[in-house]
């Protein structure tokens, strides 16, 4: 009974009333479990931002930003937990960058009118806003990047990978299916062959599923992978010799620690990126106004590498977001209502990304109440055996294969959940 | 002093072997049960009942279905998690096939087909003991979540093969949805809160039944139980079969009303087996209230611990999950040394004493 | 020759050897139910921590520094040396003999004569516990292991086969350098248990308690050797599984890779463990590759414990587990 009581009393100190006034962005981080070092670039980058935006500009528009974090170690359970507790602070938009949560939370952001976005990740039909009215998932989701690979090496190829094999390496979950029916749909269009290499969670064994690369000699092997499966993959295809050019993966897939074991041996190997890398001017003010005085979440090592720079980008875009809802409702502190409508009427130029001292590390895009998806553009980077070397500029996805199967995919869903469009009758 | 068997007279055998004998248990017994069905419902926010409550009642049914075949019958299984999910793969069929059926219905099939499931998985069990048939029902635990993962058909050919509970109802004619996102708090707490009353009110006469008997015989030396004509053939595959049972509609509950979107890797991966292993032995092994505690206790002791490190002590999130993990685990070392049959023996200490109290000599 | 059966063989080639990697994680599972009949579910977690503190020591970091800094407000992450890597092993090794001691000393000692489930699940608290320490010592980062070993495909035997069948096998240099030392480690163990008084002593208490207690042989000081002896074989499991895929949390998952060997090989054999390994890395390698892409693939994870029920079905103690007698 006494640990009920104490029990209570913490409960309570947790869901306490929200401070008078702070935009909150709670950040569902993993900093343990298998996935921990993919999670903890991101969060660093995810709440170094918002220090930076409280240190720099007093906040966003004269209100201090807050980011209470609460670790998820992956795991769907206590996913739904931190956001239970962390919902009645007043959050404006979550972010929970796993696939898994993502699934959770669609259903129960949409009642309790609170945004969710999920950057390259998610449920890629959530990019029909007309479905998914408090889902986003702008800039890029899964099926634009199978699209834009298949689209990069298109043109590597003058146009046509006809008698070709592409080979898929993915993590057996949700995640790592995502992409298969898009590459379907494109081997029919462009005539390649496609072959299929699940490897199952974690995916510290993956011997068969080189030696079958090895024996088959596919033209490229594009990887969908995440965690451990990821070093695994490229020093494996070290080992068998694959020409590292041909080995392409996605942009989680392409995270410093990924290739940083396997170093020169690792180099050529390319990536898909949705964030831009670089000497941007934002790092150095991180640099001098958040790590050295010691506001940083982490311990300030991440800092400018692939995942670190994309948590950074994820804060940006709910700032902007931010700062747009209070210029579009008038009032400085917002709400998550006005947040989501914040959202969907977001555009990212050029300009707003050069003011925020980070000019070029996304695409431009306009979100609409239709369209959450952004345009799904991303870049492809090389690893060069020492850092990430940016190959080409964004490069657009084939809208014509997606779509259909977006609409298709969230047609599915309105029709199990009885949803009725929500963009037409506003 | 109110603990007491005198003065509480006996007038015929059913009530000699009720199961509270005393008084005083009989009203805390009723007193629970007028909180958790009358009290409860009624002031429960949505944070208690997602965080706390509902996965405890959900837990608390998989503890009860291991501890028949753990506690009860002495087969040792890590298949858990591959039960839990043929559950929850079985009531989103039913959901999506009929969409008409209750969930009434849906859950009690799910439990059905679980047994079915359970029921060929515990045929080694005839051959395999002790810690090989544990390492055995690895083999189910393992190969039901990969079924679930690669065929199509179980997950209605979904892009990512999650599956979503759509919206459905309590019973015929209620209107109360019970699960997809517009269920209220107090219908979910309250859905589980009846089948954790009937099951742990069935699992109980079970359990003290002759069948209840015949596994304990087995338990505690199938040779010896053969002998004296337990047929261990139809004891272990009624263990097998009940135990699944349960364990499936605590599968299904945990994704229709829990959950409501699941990926069977990680919600009904190894770790799940474990948990629920972890429970009934810090619950107590053999003991119906043991399964409660120990739900209980994995239950609340991550949340409180992690309320208590990151928002009393203010900790960064990551420390405090580390420490969490030391915790527990040094928790779990030091329960098991202090008393290795668990909560439910320490509780049956206390009864003990409290009965002399406060003139124990 | 057929090209398939070519395959075969070096798929065959293959899982042999991934199978003694199995074996390097069963072979500390043996050494401690042997001698004290636990089951210890964190031996895998053992080769994490084993790992992770080689790779700290290594790299000179400070140990628990996220604690440190949190609660005095620091900022020291590392000492700024770097230790040389034989040395550093040998750190690791008296770190694993000191933990030895502490869970004989905190736990087990406690626990004699509990029943075996109880203290199996003693054995998942330490394993909890030990995550949590690795953590917190030296943070959930991955680190790149570097004791030196070879990797790679092995040209010799690429140019060899291509020779004789056609078709250059692929073996990974790291394999090769696993089975190799894998072999000195049984022997020595061998040898160790054979020949030396304390090997002797372990054999007498794994025989039985009683007798080995009547002839003075202190259980206690025997059962500190055998978690330090698995603590070791941890650390080579881990340093080969490490050099593999980095040091990071999913390496205490092997642990289950190791569960169909011992089911197979019997929880209770040293041969059994390695010639279990070899079965299931074998087993499931070909599985994988006859019929996994009829079936759809990464099937690794199950077969290996479908078919160490299949054997046991047959034999219910394992290959070489000894034979189960019951009286009533």
């Known amino acids: 009974m006494k640990k009920l009581t104490i029990l209570v009393l913490s409960a309570a100190v947790a869901a306490g009333s929200p401070a008078a006034a702070e935009l909150v962005f709670p950040s569902l981080s993993y900093r343990t479990g298998p996935f921990a070092a993919g999670g903890i670039p991101f969060a660093d980058g995810y709440s170094d931002y918002m220090a930076l935006l409280n240190v720099r500009d007093g906040g966003i528009g004269g209100v201090m930003t807050s980011v209470p974090e609460c670790e998820t170690a992956y795991n769907t359970e206590r996913g739904v937990e931190c956001y239970e507790s962390t919902r009645g602070l007043g959050a404006l938009v979550y972010q929970p960058l796993s696939t898994g949560i993502t699934y959770q939370l669609i259903p129960r952001t949409t009642v309790d009118g609170i945004p969710l976005h999920t950057m390259g990740y998610g449920r890629t039909s959530a990019a029909n806003g007309d479905v998914f009215s408090h889902t986003f998932n702008y800039p890029a989701n899964y099926w634009d990047a199978a699209s834009i690979i298949v689209n990069q090496l298109l043109e590597e190829n003058d146009g046509s990978l006809e008698g070709q094999t592409i080979a898929l390496l993915y993590h057996n979950s949700a995640y790592g299916r995502e992409p298969i029916r898009t590459l379907e749909t494109l081997a029919e269009m462009h005539d390649f062959e496609f072959l299929q290499l699940a490897v199952d969670h974690p995916g510290q064994e993956q011997g068969n599923q080189w030696l079958q690369i090895r024996r088959e000699r596919p033209d490229y092997v594009v990887m969908w992978g995440w965690g451990v499966m990821n070093q695994v993959a490229i020093q494996e295809a070290i080992n068998i010799r694959y020409p590292m050019e041909n080995f392409i993966g996605n942009w989680w897939s392409g995270a410093d620690h990924d290739v940083e074991s396997a170093g020169a041996d690792a180099a050529g190997y390319r990536s898909l990126n949705m964030n831009r890398l670089g000497d941007m001017p934002v790092f150095a003010e991180i640099q001098e106004l958040v790590i050295d005085a010691g506001l940083n979440a982490g311990d300030g090592s991440n800092l400018g590498n692939v995942l670190y720079t994309r948590g950074m980008y994820a804060a940006f875009l709910a700032a902007e977001a931010a700062a747009l809802a209070q210029e579009m409702s008038g009032v400085a502190d917002i709400d998550a209502s006005m947040m989501r409508d914040a959202m969907e009427a977001l555009e990212i130029t050029n300009e707003i990304m050069e003011a925020a001292g980070m000019p070029g590390i996304g695409p431009e895009f306009a979100v609409t109440c239709e369209d959450h998806g952004g345009t799904g553009m991303a870049i492809m980077q090389q690893w060069d055996g020492e850092a990430w070397v940016t190959l080409t500029d964004f490069i657009a996805p084939d809208d014509s294969v997606t779509q259909p199967l977006i609409d298709e995919d969230s047609a599915q869903y309105a029709a199990e959940n009885g949803i009725t469009s929500q963009c037409s009758d506003s | 002093m109110f603990y007491r068997e005198a003065g509480d007279f006996k007038t015929s055998y059913s009530a000699d072997s009720a199961t509270f004998p005393i008084l005083f248990d009989r009203y805390r017994y009723y007193l629970v049960l007028i909180v958790g069905a009358g009290i409860i419902p009624f002031v429960l926010n949505d944070y208690w009942a997602n965080s706390i409550l509902i996965p405890f009642l959900i837990y608390a049914i998989a503890a009860m279905g291991l501890n028949i075949l753990t506690g009860y019958c002495g087969q040792v299984s890590l298949g858990t998690g591959g039960f839990m999910a043929v559950g929850a793969y079985t009531s989103y069929k039913l959901m999506t096939a009929f969409p008409g059926l209750d969930m009434i219905s849906v859950t009690l099939l799910s439990g059905l087909m679980t047994a079915m499931v359970g029921l060929a998985f515990g045929l080694p069990s005839l051959r395999i003991k002790g810690f090989y048939l544990a390492v055995a029902t690895l083999a189910a635990q393992f190969f039901l979540v990969w079924l679930f993962n690669k065929v199509g058909w179980f997950y209605n050919y979904s892009a990512s093969g999650q599956i979503s509970a759509p919206t459905r109802d309590f019973f015929y004619f209620t209107n109360i949805a019970v699960t997809g996102p517009s269920a209220e708090s107090w219908a979910k707490y309250l859905f589980c809160f009846m089948f954790v009353f009937v099951l742990a009110w069935v699992a109980r006469n079970l359990t003290r039944g002759s069948m209840g008997r015949q596994w304990m015989a087995i338990r505690d030396m199938d040779i010896a139980a053969e002998i004296i004509g337990v047929n261990p053939l139809k004891a272990k595959l009624t263990a097998f079969a009940v135990s699944s049972f349960y364990v499936g509609i605590s599968g299904a509950l945990l994704f229709t009303v829990y959950l409501g979107a699941v990926e069977v890797g990680e919600a009904y991966g190894i770790t799940k087996s474990f948990l629920v292993l972890f429970m009934i032995i810090i619950g107590g092994l053999g003991s119906i209230f043991g399964s409660f505690a120990g739900a209980a206790f994995m239950v609340i002791l991550p949340v409180f611990l992690r309320n208590f490190l990151t928002g009393t002590m203010n900790w960064d999130s990551a420390l405090a999950t580390h420490f969490e993990f030391v915790i527990v685990g040094g928790l779990i070392m030091f329960f098991l040394i202090v008393e290795p049959h668990g909560l439910a023996r320490l509780w049956a200490l206390v009864k003990d004493k409290l009965r002399l109290w406060p003139f124990p000599h | ?328």
């Open chain 3, 1 to 328: 020759m057929p090209e398939q059966l070519v395959f075969a063989m070096e798929v065959t080639l293959n899982g042999l050897m991934t199978g003694v990697m199995y074996s390097l994680v069963a072979l500390g599972f043996v050494l401690i139910f042997k001698a004290s009949g636990i089951f210890n579910y964190a031996q895998g977690v053992m080769a994490l921590f084993a790992a992770m503190t080689l790779v700290g020591i290594q790299d000179g970091r400070v140990p628990f520094s996220h604690v440190i800094n949190a609660i005095f407000g620091t900022h020291i992450y590392d000492f700024g040396w770097e230790v040389p890597a034989l040395l550093a092993i040998l750190l690791t090794v008296i770190v694993m003999i000191i933990f030895a001691l502490l869970v004989q000393r905190f736990v087990f000692k406690h626990l004699v004569g509990q029943e075996p489930i109880i203290l199996f699940m003693a054995t998942i608290g330490l394993a909890y516990f030990l995550e949590g320490v690795s953590d917190l010592m030296w943070g959930s980062e991955i680190r790149n292991m570097d004791v030196g070993l070879p990797q790679g495909i092995n040209d010799w035997i690429d140019v060899t086969t291509l020779e004789i069948f056609g078709y250059g096998f692929f073996i990974d240099n790291l394999d090769l350098a696993a089975t190799l030392i894998a072999a000195i480690l049984v022997m020595g163990l061998i040898a160790y248990s054979q020949y030396t008084k304390n090997g002797r002593a372990m054999r007498a208490v794994a025989d039985d308690h009683q007798a080995a207690l009547s002839v003075g042989i202190s259980l206690n000081y025997v059962w500190i050797l055998v978690w330090s002896l698995a603590g070791i074989v941890a650390l080579v499991a881990g340093v080969m599984w490490g050099s593999k895929s980095g040091v990071q949390f999913s390496l205490s998952l092997i642990a289950l890779k190791a569960l169909p060997v011992l089911m197979l090989g019997g929880f209770t054999s040293i041969p059994g463990a390695i010639v279990g390994g070899m079965i299931i890395g074998v087993g499931e390698a070909l599985f994988e590759f006859a019929i996994g892409p009829m079936i759809g693939g990464a099937t690794e994870n199950w077969f290996a414990y479908v078919l160490a029920l299949l054997f046991l079905v047959f034999r219910p103690q394992g290959l070489f587990g000894e034979k189960i007698i019951e009286r009533v």
